[in-house]
């Protein structure tokens, strides 16, 4: 069914404005891949979890050392005793109600000497836990950075796209009243026109449907960035990668995070079949104990017990238990080695789907740039021979939609080429912020495990002392000015007040490029945490700099008030200011060393 003139102008005006729109978004400053790795590393909910995860992993450490050192109890008691005492079976007691309050309080210790070998197995399962857990972060990390790229990557893709579909809406409208006019003066039949109206909305359609596509990218690029994209610049180039595929397999082979964590709880497995073994193993401990007890009475004031004993336990017979224990551990241990194997497999099998994408995608883009020179230069001769009458108006029409599917095909190319590239770099284990060269501290998990690995004492701090990152995270470094669709909805049909329509949206956009720098744009401040109220903010930011006053003791705190809609007013605390971006990513990275997560931004 063909659209009919108003609503194609709607449409129409409609697509201008989300032109107008990416215009005034390409005059802002771009964000590039880097920038969005950035703040995916540094923010990403999901990292923070994991590292949360690799800390709790590390206290195994200082569970299995605990096996070593003794345990000490005290222990204090008082009781309150009446006591009758009498001959045979008189009613009366000879010494009525004689009161007794023993008082007793002691202390006993118990040292292991020997428990069958399973604390030095507890000890050795936890360090191959640690290491497991770092590789498992490793891979969290990297795949938290290609679901990032690959985002950047699709935005990019389905903005092009879409901009070619606009095009070629503003191309077959034109079309469309040349062969009107055609049609006016009777050189063309009905036909024709109705075919190109029919080009038209198909062309509506498909702007629609890029866009909506273009829609879920932004939002998957949030899910992992923090923020919606700006304008996304065009990345440098291909990350370097190894020569060949044997090359490649010979560094996945030892770097792949998944195959390193599979061989650490392969290793772990074996140390728990140690320590069920263990069980069944006599065990030997010395025991100490001293107490005083307080019971007056006719014989003694009081008592006083100090012992030491040696104790051995030897287990004859556990039930079936612990012999069952065992052979469960033995085949829990199995089940990694051939979960190790398949980790192998399937890292193999990533690393030529990988490869054969890159090197199908480097000969398509090849290819499809042929196409596209080639069909440019039919379209132009098909056009020129429906003016002197050898093609028919179809002929134009299916031209322009090959003309559109190539350029297409040549974006897909392009963003296969990209993703390949980096699902490469993720099997092979090279994509971490240092390999990238991000400028950002990667963040080492050997800090606190070497902090608390034999700590004896202390309970730690609090979760909620950590902050959590905000769901409305800025853009790091840009800020995209948005002309409003929703004013679009009701646009007038009348074509002189359509085009003034789209004029109005194009000096909306001269306004907003020429509006003047705000004031303190040159400086950047360090976003850390985000309350409720500004007394609290006030107090996170005592507390923050008494704990971390390296680092914040020579910053200022900025409080700043941000209606967030339904949610409400939060207090965003920001530390500063920063001379350069440079140094704000340095402050930055320091505090993420610490624990604390931060986002960079401008006042």
Sequence with gaps: MAMSGAGLKIVLIWALALAVGGTIAGRAQAVSLEDALVAAYQNSPILLARRAEQRAIDERMAQAVSGWRPTVTGAASYQERHQDSGIGGADSPVNPDVQFNPFRVGATLEQPIYRGGQTLAEMRQAKAEVHQGRANLRAAEQDVLLNTAISFFDVRQDLNVR?????????????????????????????????????????????????????????????????????????????????????????????????????????????????????????????????????????????????????????FYQAGGASSRVREARQFHNQRRIETLETDREMRKRLRAAWADFVSAQSSITSRRDQVRANEIALEGVRQEVLVGTRTTLDALEEEQRNLDSRVELENAIHDEYAAAYQILSVIGELAPEKLNLGVTSYDPAQNYRKVRYKS????????????????????????????????????????????????????????????????????????????????????WKILSERHGQNLGNRSPDIVSVNLGAKGNYYRLRAGPAANKKEARQLCAALIGQGLNCLVVRP
Excluded: C, W
């Design 163 to 315: 901009d070619l579909n606009l095009n070629n809406v503003n191309v077959l409208r034109q079309q469309l009243a040349a062969t009107e006019d055609r049609y006016a003066v009777g050189e063309i039949t009905r036909t024709d026109v109705a075919q190109a109206e029919a080009a038209l909305s198909s062309a509506v359609a498909s702007f629609t449907i890029a866009e909506a596509r273009l829609t879920g990218s932004r939002a998957r690029y949030q899910r992992y960035v923090g923020m919606l994209p700006a304008n996304l610049e065009a990345p440098a180039g291909l990350p370097p990668l190894p020569a060949s595929e044997d090359d490649a397999l010979a560094i996945a082979v030892e770097r792949n995070p998944f195959l390193i964590a599979a061989r650490y709880g392969e290793d772990a497995s074996r140390h728990f079949v140690r320590r069920a073994v263990g069980n069944t193993l006599p065990t030997v401990s010395l025991e100490g104990e001293f107490s005083r007890t307080k019971e007056p009475s006719q014989f003694r004031e009081f008592t006083r017990v100090r012992q030491v004993m040696a104790r051995v336990s030897v287990p």
């Design 457 to 540: 004492f202390g309970l730690g701090q609090s979760a909620d002392a950590d902050p959590l990152p905000n769901a409305d995270m800025a853009p790091v470094s840009t800020t995209t000015p948005k002309v409003s669709q929703g004013s679009l909805v009701t646009v007038p049909t009348d074509g002189l007040e359509a085009e003034d329509a789209v004029a109005e949206a194009g000096n909306q956009a001269t306004a907003i490029e020429a509006a003047p720098k705000a004031e303190g744009t040159d400086v950047y401040l360090v976003q850390i945490a985000a309350y409720r109220t500004a007394a609290r903010a006030d107090q996170g």
